[in-house]
């Protein structure tokens, strides 16, 4: 049974700290996205990745945050400094393109807390 | 742009009753249309999707919906709920264009109980 990993599962850190999520998405999918869900603001996409190359990340602030995918079987998030407003459960997202759209399998998610 | 409106935060409904969650949807151009559940402490699960052909579209759990284009509405239903159906549930459009970004709404929370 195929899934999305995300490590870690849990992150307490305080605020000016460097935080890498990590997301190993299913074997042979070659799109990768990356959420963010809060109470306020519900599931917001923050960027969008195909065959490893960004497509959109006009969800992310740029500031302080960034999206990369080393390689086809690891794609990271890093919030660098982090801030109290980024507490958040951080999901990761892979899919493959079907005959007209993909379709997206969801990790567990990464539960952020910024002291 | 395209978005997604559930009506209902929260649906509470007694074990098995069925149940509607409703999903309406905007967008200028063709979509495509998803329900996801998300059990607590847990990531999103895809439950069914609209691509194209049947309207009425079935998926996991006993659940189905039905796509109706004239009221822009995907709305959720099943005859007969358990305990183990409560969780929160969205409904998500993707627009028919190059991208395949999902648009999610605020979720609805369904809480069955005995």
């Given at each position: 049974d195929a899934r999305v990993t995300q490590t870690p599962r849990?992150?307490?850190?305080?605020?000016?700290?460097e935080v890498t999520m990590r997301c190993q998405p299913i074997l042979g999918h070659n799109t990768v996205f990356w959420y963010r869900q809060t109470m306020m603001q519900g599931?917001?996409?923050?960027?969008?990745?195909?065959?490893?190359?960004?497509?959109?990340?006009?969800?992310?602030?740029?500031?302080?945050?960034?999206?990369?995918?080393?390689?086809?079987?690891?794609?990271?998030?890093?919030?660098?400094?982090?801030?109290?407003?980024?507490?958040?459960v951080y999901f990761c997202a892979s899919g493959v393109r079907g005959v007209v759209t993909d379709t997206q399998y969801f990790?567990?998610?990464?539960r952020l807390t910024v002291l | 742009a395209q978005s997604v409106t559930q009506l209902d935060s929260q649906v509470p409904v007694f074990e098995e009753a069925p149940v509607e969650l409703r999903c309406n949807y905007s967008s200028s151009v063709?979509?495509?249309l998803f329900w996801y559940v998300q059990y607590p402490n847990q990531g999103?699960?895809?439950?069914?999707?609209?691509?194209?052909?049947?309207?009425?579209?079935?998926?996991?759990?006993?659940?189905?919906?039905?796509?109706?284009?004239?009221?822009?509405?995907?709305?959720?239903r099943k005859p007969s709920v358990h305990i183990s159906d409560t969780a929160e549930y969205f409904c998500a459009v993707s627009e028919n264009s190059g991208y395949s970004t999902l648009t999610f709404g605020k979720?609805?929370?369904l809480l069955v109980s005995p």
């Open positions: 849990h992150k307490v850190t305080e605020m000016g700290q599931l917001e996409l923050l960027a969008y990745f195909r065959n490893r190359a960004p497509l959109d990340d006009s969800g992310m602030p740029k500031d302080r945050f960034s999206a990369e995918m080393p390689d086809a079987t690891l794609a990271t998030l890093k919030i660098q400094p982090s801030e109290p407003r980024d507490s958040a990790g567990p998610g990464t | 063709s979509v495509y999103l699960q895809l439950l069914l999707k609209y691509l194209s052909g049947s309207t009425l579209v079935k998926g996991i759990n006993g659940f189905e919906a039905e796509f109706n284009k004239s009221q822009t509405s995907f709305h959720l979720g609805t929370m």
